[in-house]
Nanobody, 129 residues
Framework: QVQLVESGGGLVQAGGSLRLSCAAS???????????MGWFRQAPGKERDFVLA????????SYADSVKGRFTIFRDGAKITAYLQMNSLKPEDTAVYFC???????????????????WGQGAQVTVSS
């Protein structure tokens, strides 16, 4: 079993920055780097959308077009924690942000929420105009 605990989020004005963190724990993660950690977001009345993800073993990343150049994901391997740094925030970034974890594989599809087995509790991010 894997537990994901998110922290961060809050209210910020447009153009501002926020950082979210996602700490992972669980016996299956000990000594294992073959997993993917991703971030998704869900606005009221909308589907859960992919934001970005990192392949833990290599550090390779994938970003949604809507956040390229503004959001960054980075990791702390010792703590098994992923960070989502959000800069130049826009009102349309307002959503609940979820971190997620999945077993890695060669043909892994980062974009699909169905591919992730474990989810954090969510963190509200509100960007005012």
């Amino acid at each position: 079993q894997v537990q994901l605990v998110e922290s961060g989020g809050g209210l910020v004005q447009a153009g501002g920055s926020l950082r979210l963190s996602c700490a992972a724990s669980g016996r299956i993660l000990r000594g294992n780097s073959r997993f993917v950690m991703g971030w998704f977001r869900q606005a009221p009345g909308k589907e859960r959308d992919f934001v970005l993800a990192i392949r833990w073993s290599s550090g390779s990343t994938s970003y949604a077009d809507s956040v390229k150049g503004r959001f960054t994901i980075f990791r702390d391997g010792a703590k098994i924690t992923a960070y989502l740094q959000m800069n130049s925030l826009k009102p349309e970034d307002t959503a609940v942000y979820f971190c997620a974890l999945a077993d890695d594989r060669v043909d892994f599809d980062y974009d699909s929420p169905a591919n992730y087995a474990y989810w954090g509790q969510g963190a509200q991010v509100t960007v005012s105009s």
